[in-house]
């Protein structure tokens, strides 16, 4: 059964670049049927969907963060990265990843137990 | 972008209610229309992908409908375990998915 694992820092300071990491486990993040998304929610609020990305390294983001998001997969780890520079008090959030479905319409089918990340100095 | 508007917002029901919850797309996006619940303290669980197809798994009182701009989640006979947080999600811009604001499902 495929799940997913968030790491990494639950403490940025203001400015700096939140680094998370999303390990796949129970299944190859290679296979050509999904692909790899960031997703976030600030304590409180709604989903935001933050980007994604194919093992080809074709990358989608959030025109609302797409100056300041980086998403990258490594295959022989099994793992896909999310970075966000010159964060701010408004990106803390919890942040979750999740697999989507080629083949069912693009829905995120499995999702990690996400991350609180808080941006303070 | 597409923009997702839920209704209601806070919905209060009893055990054993039908309940109906609806999603509005600001334009057409055929069937690319999925809902997931979410539980405190916890991560999204998928529902309904494709506007009306149940996830793997997702009990039968569940079902969703709608195509192109309108669509429905229904919950047939509420059980206490149903009461949460309901997301519908556009999967059909190339480019960005997006989701509505939510609707939160208590008790009556």
């Known amino acids: 059964q495929v799940q997913l694992q968030e790491s990494g820092p639950g403490l940025v300071k203001p400015s700096q670049t939140l680094s998370l990491t999303c390990t796949v486990s129970g299944g190859s993040i290679s296979s050509g049927s999904y692909y790899w998304s960031w997703i976030r929610q600030p304590a409180g609020k709604g989903l935001e969907w933050i980007g994604r990305i194919y093992t080809s390294g074709s990358t989608n983001y959030n025109p609302s963060l797409k100056s300041r998001v980086t998403i990258s997969v490594d295959t022989s780890k099994n793992q896909f990265s999310l970075k966000l520079s010159s964060v701010t008090a408004a990106d803390t959030a919890v942040y979750y990843c999740?697999?989507?479905?080629?083949?069912?319409?693009?829905?995120?089918?499995?999702w990690g137990q996400g991350t609180m990340v808080t941006v303070s100095s | 972008d597409i923009q997702m508007t839920q209704s209601p917002s806070s919905l209060s029901a009893s055990v054993g209610d039908r309940v109906t919850i609806t999603c509005r797309a600001s334009?057409?996006?055929?069937?690319?229309l999925n809902w997931y619940q979410q539980k405190p303290g916890k991560a999204p669980k998928l529902l309904i992908y494709a506007a009306s197809s149940l996830q793997s798994g997702v009990p039968s009182r569940f079902s969703g409908s709608g195509s192109g701009t309108d669509f429905t989640l229904t919950i047939s006979s509420l059980q206490p375990e149903d009461f949460a947080t309901y997301y519908c999600q556009q999967s059909y811009s190339t480019f960005m998915y997006t989701f509505g604001q939510g609707t939160k499902l208590e008790i009556k």
């Open positions: 334009q057409s996006i055929s069937s690319y």
């Open positions: 999740a697999r989507g479905s080629r083949r069912d319409y693009g829905a995120l089918d499995i």
